[in-house]
T-cell receptor
Framework: NAGVMQNPRHLVRRRGQEARLRCSPMKGHSHVYWYRQLPEEGLKFMVYLQKENIIDESGMPKERFSAEFPKEGPSILRIQQVVRGDSAAYFC????????????FGQGTRLTVV | GENVEQHPSTLSVQEGDSAVIKCTYSDSASNYFPWYKQELGKGPQLIIDIRSNVGEKKDQRIAVTLNKTAKHFSLHITETQPEDSAVYFCAASKAAAGNKLTFGGGTRVLVKP
């Protein structure tokens, strides 16, 4: 059973470009969470999605950031017009259901904005 | 919202000694407390968790204790080994919040051979 798959592992973008981060949850998992980790800091919640629904986006910046989890395909975290402050590691986690509390993380995407 | 504090931020121990990391949380409704180990360049790995209806849980060399009244929980690693060197994060969540995790700031553990 493959774990949570994130790609790309590393992403370099110039200021003003768009970054698209992908996350495929573990098989059978329908709940996806995105977290951001700044250097030398803990992980901060961004958004919680189920298939085709955003459940909680209280941690998402109001502008430039969006997320989706379509019926088919991976979850996408999209950052438009990236700025240097967006440089961070972005982690996706999945769990099988809301009643199941264990969340398993992917290896992350390290975004560098130059 | 929930706030999780974690101490110490760094911990250096001699191989074979024990390591203890402590966390406090603010939301009395939180009912799930996982611990994650993160190695350099990798994602967090769940190592042990505890639910609020349990006071202590053990898995080989690691154990977690929970004091709901005081709102704190601790990770204990016994007989530490060099491969235990990593950053450890505690977290808290509650079902009412969709199980989103609030993390502590992390503890960098160094086990010296």
């Amino acid at each position: 059973n493959a774990g949570v798959m994130q790609n790309p592992r590393h992403l370099v973008r110039r200021r003003g470009q768009e970054a698209r981060l992908r996350c495929s949850p573990m098989k059978g998992h329908s709940h996806v969470y995105w977290y951001r980790q700044l250097p030398e800091e803990g992980l901060k919640f961004m958004v919680y999605l189920q298939k085709e629904n955003i459940i909680d986006e209280s941690g998402m910046p109001k502008e430039r950031f969006s997320a989706e989890f379509p019926k088919e395909g991976p979850s996408i975290l999209r950052i438009q017009q990236v700025v240097r402050g967006d440089s961070a590691a972005y982690f996706c986690a999945s769990s099988p259901s809301q009643g199941h509390t264990e969340a398993f993380f992917g290896q992350g995407t390290r975004l560098t904005v130059v | 919202g929930e706030n999780v504090e974690q101490h110490p931020s760094t911990l250096s121990v001699q191989e074979g000694d024990s390591a203890v990391i402590k966390c406090t949380y603010s939301d009395s409704a939180s009912n799930y407390f996982p611990w994650y180990k993160q190695e350099l360049g990798k994602g967090p790995q769940l190592i042990i968790d505890i639910r609020s209806n349990v006071g202590e849980k053990k898995d080989q060399r690691i154990a977690v204790t929970l004091n709901k009244t005081a709102k704190h929980f601790s990770l204990h690693i016994t007989e530490t080994q060099p491969e235990d060197s990593a950053v450890y994060f505690c977290a808290a969540s509650k079902a009412a919040a969709g199980n989103k995790l609030t993390f502590g700031g992390g503890t960098r553990v160094l086990v010296k051979p």
